[in-house]
């Protein structure tokens, strides 16, 4: 397979209608519905949702690791301008790692516990650059001191469980950075940290891929983590992207009532003493409402809403949303204590 490596018109990637079913008993479940999006050269995109909104498991299809029993049933995913989706499994060797990196929430369950980290670093040169072992082990030691792992000469020796979560962490970082992806996927990156490593983790990655000019995608639930790492934002509730846009536009005038729920759901972010949880629970990816799937917990659903699932719209400079009654969301005094 011939990819496109170079800097051509358009989105780095671009995710178009992109739906996938999990087989349960041999019936399939659609959990990913209709997802588009799109990220741009150098910038970081955020995919923010509750818990089991298909965040990860689009992130997953991105790089064709999806787990057994789920299977891409409709859309298309582009990497600069090649379709990924059916992409037979020896080409992926061309992408992932070299062209496409993750960075998995669980940085113990990522890395090998008998081999150390300087090797673990050190083997993605070997085998996709084919350097010698003394050459990868210099480059391993000059990545580990770019993503802050101090004494690198001595910790090169040091096996997953001898370092602390954040700086588990980072040998992931390093792993991921080893051969310059052009997109560095990130799945909820500092879940298992606590807040001061969270920002410094946060930092590093922001730090690196701008110097680098790398493209990211932070999949995260934390708003407070998209404030401070993301260009643009793509909101996903059951298993559907309702709204994207710049980070300024979301957090300052969001279209679509589960992201304003998502607002008032956040002190810090909505400007109140106290958080308003969303009523209810997400739907049954078995057993969807008719209609907009969010229409049993939203404040602002008509007849309408009740009878026809609403299209992903475009709203003009890039931005785009799902909802039937987006200019009556927009217009709702998101101040006071009237949120959803």
Known sequence: MSLNTSNAPGPLLDVSGLSIDFRTDGTPVQTVCDATFTVEEGKTLAIVGESGSGKTLTSLATLGLLPPGAEISAGSIKFRGTELVGLPEKDWRAIRGQQISMI??????????????????????????????PEAREAALSLMREV??????????????????????????????????????????????????????????????????????????????????????????????????????IFTRPSHPYTKGLMAATPERSGQRRAVPIPG??????????????NPRCPFATDECFAVVPALRDLGTGRSCACHHTERVQAHDSTGASHV
């Open 104 to 133: 998995f929430q669980d940085p113990m369950s990522a890395l090998n516990p008998v081999i150390t980290v300087g090797k673990q670093i050190a083997e993605m040169f070997i085998r996709s650059s084919r350097m010698r072992r």
């Open 148 to 249: 802050g792992i101090p004494d690198e000469g001595n910790r090169y020796n040091n096996y997953p469980h001898q370092f602390s979560g954040g700086m588990r962490q980072r040998v992931v970082i390093a792993i991921a950075l080893a051969l310059q992806p052009s997109l560095i996927i990130a799945d909820e990156p500092t879940t298992a940290l606590d807040v001061t490593v969270q920002a410094q983790v946060l930092r590093l990655l922001r730090q690196r891929c701008q110097a680098r000019g790398m493209s990211m995608i932070i999949v995260s639930h934390d708003l407070g983590v998209v404030a401070r790492s993301a260009d643009a934002v793509a909101v996903m509730y059951s298993g559907r992207i309702v709204e994207c846009g710049t980070v300024e536009e």
């Open 281 to 294: 629970h997400p739907p049954d990816p078995r057993n969807r409402p008719q209609g907009c799937d969010f």
